[in-house]
């Protein structure tokens, strides 16, 4: 069992991750984030030198017995892992209240950034924009947010999905694909069925949003519509990858959780490791679909 850390030093975590991904970014009018257990001690000192943080981007089952084994005190679950609300507790007919519990039995808090992540600046959105081209940033013309926040109602680039234009004649849609699946770390990935005749068009702009792109997507403008000639996200309705494709224009979807777990690892833990935390990337968590 780990052991219980304090207030104070919850706090300092919490203030660790809000000052990357602040709170007021998230999406209230439908999102649970922020601290959704909290299992500290009120009292001033701990045995726990330095908390144990995990990061998962799902909360499940083998997640909390991983965290469990790794005595972990904190774990950082990108998805809200309390969605939308309990009602009551069962943990016989609900697997996530058997974690609940367990979590709560062994002193693991969990905090919740979600979609304050997509929206901040150097967020997973940006991450995703920064892998089509391979870090190569000069090769962006234009990186505007799609469904700003209303927090920072000033800031072009803080919301819920990437508006991205390239200089010059732009990049070669087969070698974005290549960028993709080498940025995800994924072997394959699920693009409209013309790609043999497009594969060497040249991509001028791009509509993005990590995980489920559809509602971000419907807040762009009949000009920035016709603008787009590829739409990349992790998951598109059946209806809403027919329309696209229809219109002419190229659909690239990768699993849900695909678009966002990466970013983990490749900045989350590094940023909180540079403000003094001890974080390790969960080695269980992985999207539920997985191609055979």
């Known amino acids: 069992m780990s052991k219980a850390i304090t207030r104070s030093q919850l706090q300092k975590v919490v203030s660790s991750i809000t000052k990357l991904y602040p709170a007021e ?25 330095v908390p144990k943080i995990l990061l998962t981007v799902d909360l499940t089952q083998t997640v909390t017995q991983e965290a469990i084994d790794k005595k972990c005190n904190i774990i950082i679950a990108y998805h809200p892992f309390i969605f939308p609300s309990f009602k009551n507790i069962a943990p016989t007919k609900n697997p996530q209240h058997k974690s609940l519990l367990k979590l709560i039995q062994n002193n693991i808090s969990v905090y919740s950034p979600h979609t304050a992540v997509d929206a901040a600046k150097g967020g997973v959105n940006d991450w995703l924009v920064d892998g089509l081209i391979q870090f190569k940033s000069d090769l962006i013309a234009k990186n505007v947010a799609i469904e700003r926040t209303k927090a920072y109602p000033g800031e072009d680039n803080i919301g819920y999905g990437r508006l991205v234009s390239f200089n010059g004649e732009g990049i070669k849609l087969s070698d974005m694909v290549s960028n993709i699946k080498e940025n995800l770390q994924i072997p394959h990935i699920q693009i409209t069925s013309n790609y043999e005749t497009n594969k060497d068009k040249m991509i001028k702009t791009v509509a993005l949003c990590a995980g489920s792109g559809s509602g971000v997507f419907k807040s762009l403008s009949q000009s920035e519509q016709d603008s787009v000639d590829l739409y990349y996200t992790g998951e598109l309705s059946h209806h809403e990858v027919l329309r696209l494709k229809e219109l002419g224009k190229i659909v690239i979807t990768c699993n849900h959780s695909n678009t966002e777990r990466g970013y983990l690892a490749a900045v989350m833990q590094k940023k909180l490791s540079e403000d003094g935390l001890s974080v390790q990337v969960s080695e269980q968590d992985h999207d539920p679909l997985l191609v055979i």
């Not at 959704?36 to 030198?49: A, M, P």
């Open 25 to 49: 970014l998230a999406d209230s009018a439908w999102d649970n984030t922020g601290l959704l257990i909290d299992c500290s001690n009120s009292e001033q000192t701990s045995t726990v030198t």
